[in-house]
């Protein structure tokens, strides 16, 4: 069965789950919507999707672009079985009348509320969650963040007690309207928004999250204090279980990465598509058992953490794996997350 999935809103988020949506086997692209032309319009051009206008766009303005329209995200959505609504904060919740009345499985993203859909997702924790949903919403970047350690540290060792700062990018990289340029901003809120949206996934998770904002657009950082019930021996029992889950890659002492500039540079190097990475990223050096209490530091990339939660969510909706595991294993092939 091959699911046919439309996109809409093609920007950071949207851009990169449509090129992951081509690289599935089970899975066919069949448009994607915009509502302005831009550099990332032509792109979808360039890599022959077809170009919907969404929203308020008008299809005029493509055309005076120069930019090959097939037609208003209303007619894209037709031919679908699935879209992925990646539009900017609060817009998704908008169109929830409109896909339902098309009959679509839709999925949202972390700028949306909970309530937008039947079930919020990350596919280590909840993949059965989703089977046959109609409305999926995957969670934040930071959030997935979260999960994901979550997902290893609960199993095996049951957490007791979990504090976590976020220091936050202040924007992406390719945002030119946001700050702070030159500032640290602490987020007076206790506790940040992110600790009840790890609990629409765990809801008995015991964590406690603070943010701060830094003026950087590479990657956040978790700062992350953990009291286990059931520790194991030693921090190298923790890092083989971290090193053992997909998705996530843990840095050893010897090469040197130092912070997040390091990491964006490591995935250039292996040729990763924009330098994405798309994995939880640890340091061997960063990770530390004390008694129960482990202390680690935890990097995601913003960009790009979310997209092969996508693709397993599109999976688990359409009932095209039997399990997380088969889902998360051809997802990471394809995407380049495993040899
Ligand atoms: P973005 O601004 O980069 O892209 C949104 C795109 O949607 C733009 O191309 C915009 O023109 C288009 N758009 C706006 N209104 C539309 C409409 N009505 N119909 C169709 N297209 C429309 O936003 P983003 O960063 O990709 O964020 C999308 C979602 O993903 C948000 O919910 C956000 O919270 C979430 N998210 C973002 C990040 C991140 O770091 N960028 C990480 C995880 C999750």
Not at 47 to 65: H, T
């Amino acid at each position: 069965m091959t699911v046919r999935v439309a996109v809409n809103g093609f920007g950071t988020i949207g851009k990169r789950v449509a090129d992951a949506v081509t690289k599935q086997p089970d899975m066919k692209l069949i448009g994607v919507a915009k509502t302005r032309p831009s550099f990332e319009a032509r792109y979808a051009i360039d890599r022959g999707y077809p170009l919907f206008v969404g929203g308020d766009g008008r299809i005029e303005d493509f055309r005076a672009a120069g930019l090959p329209v097939a037609g208003t995200a209303e007619e894209m959505l037709k031919g679908a079985d699935l879209v992925v609504d990646a539009t900017p904060d609060k817009i998704g919740r908008e169109h929830v009348a409109q896909y339902d009345a098309a009959h679509l499985k839709a999925i949202f993203q972390g700028g949306e509320k909970p309530e937008v859909a039947e079930v919020s997702f990350s596919a280590l924790a909840n993949f059965d969650a989703a089977h046959g949903k109609r409305r999926v919403r995957v969670v934040s970047c930071n959030t997935t963040g979260i999960i994901r350690a979550a997902s290893v540290l609960r199993s095996r060792y049951g957490v007791e007690r979990w504090d976590a700062t976020l220091i936050r990018r202040a924007a992406d990289p390719t945002e030119t309207k946001k700050g702070p340029v030159n500032a640290i901003v602490p987020t007076f809120q206790f506790p940040s928004h992110h600790a009840p949206d790890a609990r629409t996934i765990y809801p008995d998770l015991p964590i406690s999250t603070t943010a701060v904002v830094v003026p950087t657009t590479l990657m956040h950082v978790h700062v992350n204090h953990v009291r286990l019930h059931r520790p194991p021996a030693t921090t190298a029992d923790v890092i083989s279980a971290f090193r053992e889950t997909p998705r996530f890659h843990v840095f050893r002492s010897w090469e040197h990465v130092d912070g997040t500039p390091q990491v964006m540079e490591y995935a250039r190097d292996h040729g990763a598509p924009r330098g994405d990475m798309m994995k939880n990223v640890l340091w061997e050096d960063g990770i530390r058992l004390d008694g129960a209490d482990l202390h680690f530091f935890q990097a995601i990339h913003q960009e790009s953490i979310v997209v092969p939660e996508n693709i397993d969510a599109i999976r688990a909706m359409c009932d095209l794996a039997p399990d997380a595991a088969s889902s998360i294993e051809v997802t990471d092939m394809t995407l380049g997350l495993r040899a």
